[in-house]
């Protein structure tokens, strides 16, 4: 089962609902993913079991990014060792910066995206105009409620400029965030369907013009640090009235000096969790 965010068949307004794979069960009275996630994980639970309004088939909805009201995705980073590796490697003048955080106590974890700037499934990334090297980062993101829990997972791309970053560790926000930056979907798995998230396999496929130029894959077992303590850092001093979405870092990260081109489709999936499909574009303008 999983929560989707759509557009109703019915009304064209956003909805919120369970899918079991074959129907879409509308949820009476909630029209937010962020008013879902204000409840406790337990009453989530009781509410998606109880789901009773209005039905579609699976397949003659449209999804919409999990992402709605005032929740905010995040993200970690230097979470794996492939990770440290690259960023040690494209980075000019800061290369110890990266070797330090990986072993340090806290993690590095950074702002990545306002809700309505999150693309869904089927949408549009961007690389920067202003970058030469740019790439996807496919991982495994953890929905959690207002109270911090775990209530779900979801699929992320992070997307990201090598180029950027790699001048100087400071221009982080520049190479993270910007309108394009940022997909997340297709839906949510809830945290009581997924036994073991640390075994879940991570698959990255970029097709350029119907051929593959890139493909890669990795399991979460790899992940050198653990799912709750990375949210417990998230909420030490901050508040997430609707949750927030905090994307966990990536182990699949293209040699240099790959770059992601326009009209390349990204397709990330993670095993348990679902396939997140992306066409890229080259700059702000193609954005919209």
């Known amino acids: 089962m999983h929560i989707v965010r759509f557009v109703s068949p019915l009304t064209s307004a956003d909805a919120v609902g369970v899918d079991d794979g074959d129907q879409v069960t509308q949820l009476d009275g909630v029209t937010t993913v962020g008013e879902l996630l204000r409840l406790p994980v ?15 088939p699976s397949a003659s909805v449209r999804r919409l990014a999990p992402v709605d009201g005032l929740m905010e995705v995040w993200a970690a980073g230097v979470t794996y060792r492939r990770s440290r590796e690259a960023r040690v490697s494209e980075s000019e003048r800061a290369a110890d910066v990266y070797e ?27 690389v920067r105009a202003d970058s030469e090297i740019d790439v996807p980062e496919p991982e495994l993101g953890l929905v959690l409620n207002s109270a911090g829990e775990i209530a779900g997972y979801t699929v992320v791309d992070d997307v990201s400029s090598r180029t950027i970053e790699g001048v100087n ?17 297709p839906a ?3 945290v009581w369907e997924v036994a073991d998230p640390y075994a879940l396999d991570i698959t990255l496929t970029i097709a350029r013009a119907g051929e593959t130029v890139w493909d890669g894959k990795a399991s979460t077992s790899e992940l050198h640090r653990r799912l709750g303590d990375l949210a417990g850092y998230l909420f030490r001093a901050d508040a997430f009235p609707d949750g927030a979405v905090l994307s966990t870092g990536t182990s699949l990260v293209p040699d240099l000096p790959f770059t ?29």
């Open 169 to 185: 560790p400071l221009y982080l926000p520049q190479a993270k965030i910007y309108l394009g930056a940022c997909a997340v979907g």
């Open 42 to 56: 337990a009453e989530l639970r009781e509410r998606c079991a109880a789901a009773a309004g209005p039905r579609h």
């Open 188 to 190: 949510i798995r809830p």
């Open 260 to 288: 992601l081109r326009d009209g390349d489709t990204v397709t990330i999936g993670i095993a348990e969790i679902g396939t997140l499909t992306s066409t890229v574009v080259h700059g702000l303008a193609a954005m919209g």
């Open 100 to 126: 330090l955080v990986y072993d340090a106590e806290r993690p590095e974890l950074f702002f990545k995206s306002v809700a309505w700037k999150v693309s869904g499934d089927g949408g549009r990334i961007a």
